[in-house]
């Protein structure tokens, strides 16, 4: 991986951090929206062209099309009760050191620290999905496709697969379901 790749992966995770820590919606999206910015410049940065392609079209449903399609739903998250941000800071900072010590094990040669990088944004993600679920598994989807990225060889269909970013699309489907009953339910 490159110095550059590596830096992108390391700003990433500062992302997943200022993510935990925001309360507004409408940053919080934003946020995600950078991170998978950061995610797709290093994954595109390995020089390989089934990795380029899968970046930009990481970017394209995580960076783009994920995060307006939340911002258009209309959440009405901001200010939300839960649990307080620096609260939050120590069990981060528990499962990062989890995922380093996670990689270190694996040890995938020069790829350690990146697989370090990425399963703590995927840790940091699912972390975040107990206030936000659309967001957190948006932001753990953004790590997968950093994972994806560091492991050498891995062949152009998993890669696609890792791309699309299902599981935030259904969160993100279901609470519209949910709304809408809600609304049909509602009397006059």
Do not use: K, Y
Request: hydrophobic letters at 65%.
């Amino acid at each position: 991986m490159t110095a550059a790749a590596q830096l992108c992966g390391a700003f990433a995770l500062i992302l997943s951090f200022a993510l935990l820590c925001q309360r507004r919606l409408r940053m919080a999206v934003w946020l995600c929206a950078a991170q998978a910015l950061l995610v797709a410049l290093a994954a595109g940065l390995q020089a390989t062209l089934p990795l380029a392609l899968f970046a930009l079209a990481a970017f394209a449903l995580n960076g783009l099309a994920l995060p307006l399609a939340l911002l258009r739903a209309g959440h009405r998250a901001d200010g939300q009760p839960g649990v307080a941000p620096p609260v939050m800071v120590l069990p981060a900072l528990l499962l990062v050191a989890v995922a380093v010590a996670v990689a270190m094990r694996l040890g995938i040669g020069t790829r350690t620290a990146a697989l370090a990088v990425a399963l703590s944004i995927v840790l940091l993600g699912l972390l975040r999905s107990a206030g936000t679920p659309s967001l957190g598994l948006l932001s753990a989807q953004n790590g997968f496709i950093l994972a994806a990225g560091a492991i050498p060889g891995l062949p152009p269909l998993a890669l696609a697969v890792v791309a699309v970013p299902c599981v935030p699309a259904l969160m993100m489907a279901l609470d519209w379901l949910r709304r809408f009953d809600r609304r049909e339910a509602a009397p006059p």
